[in-house]
Nanobody, 119 residues
Framework: QVQLVESGGGLVQPGGSLRLSCAVSQGNFSVRVMGWHRQAPGRQREVVAFITDRTSAHYADSVKGRFTISRDSAKNTVYLQMNNLKSEDTAVYYC?????????????WGQGTQVTVSS
């Protein structure tokens, strides 16, 4: 069974930084796209950033220039470095991955980690 373990959330003041991590359990699959989504209270879940297996990174306009996504393919881990955090970044952040098992593909979510930006 595939497991995604997230860490790194917490409370930070505006302008501060946090680094999120998401580790995917090892298995008989290849990890394709890895990404981060977030959901604030009363709002729909939205894509924050994602990175392909060829390390092509893409960002939501709201986080460009402040967030950086990266991956360590040997460790099946994706990171999200968040700098210059704003109150509007407050949300539950979810890791999401696309896996390939031979000819089949599957999509998986992490359990979510709370990020709160407040003074």
């Amino acid at each position: 069974q595939v497991q995604l373990v997230e860490s790194g959330g917490g409370l930070v003041q505006p302008g501060g930084s946090l680094r999120l991590s998401c580790a995917v359990s090892q298995g008989n699959f290849s990890v394709r796209v890895m990404g981060w989504h977030r959901q604030a209270p009363g709002r729909q879940r939205e894509v924050v950033a994602f990175i392909t297996d060829r390390t092509s990174a893409h960002y939501a306009d709201s986080v460009k220039g402040r967030f950086t996504i990266s991956r360590d393919s040997a460790k099946n881990t994706v990171y999200l470095q968040m700098n210059n955090l704003k109150s509007e970044d407050t949300a539950v952040y979810y890791c999401n991955v696309d896996l390939r098992w031979g000819q089949k593909e599957s999509n998986h979510w992490g359990q979510g980690t709370q990020v709160t930006v407040s003074s």
